[in-house]
């Protein structure tokens, strides 16, 4: 086991395919080692986040029950030091600039280019 050992991921998304797709972009060599836990809307992220304390979450904007920037916001009131990732099909500037306000570490716009996915994945855990 080498230094990824201790990597988890909590990746929500109501969409079982958008998931996997996340999942699949993140480079083998972290996602060997690494733990990867999913959910599909804000409240079981909230739910998964208390129990995993995950080092990064991926978290999608429009899902049933509760919403990713519900989600958000509820996750930074837990831990300030939370990394969230905001993945939206929503490409508006104004909800661009709205979750990074509220902390998340970063916005990535469906569909999700591989490239800046790994990029910014690997400015925020290593
Ligand atoms: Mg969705």
Request: aromatic letters at 6%; proline letters at 4%; glycine letters at 4%.
């Amino acid at each position: 086991m080498g230094k990824f050992s201790e990597i988890v991921f909590l990746v929500i998304d109501d969409s079982k395919i958008s998931r996997k797709w996340l999942i699949e972009m993140i480079p083998p060599k972290i996602l060997e080692h690494a733990t990867i836990i999913e959910g599909t809307n804000g409240q079981e992220a909230i739910d998964l986040y208390k129990e995993h304390q995950p080092d990064l979450v991926f978290m999608d904007i429009t899902m049933p029950i509760m919403n990713g920037i519900e989600a958000l916001q509820a996750i930074k009131a837990l831990n300030n030091d939370a990394m969230i990732i905001m993945i939206s099909a929503d490409r508006q500037k104004s909800t661009q600039e709205r979750v990074l306000t509220l902390g998340a570490s970063a916005v990535l716009a469906k569909p999700v280019n591989a490239d800046e996915f790994r990029a910014t994945l690997l400015k925020l855990v290593f």
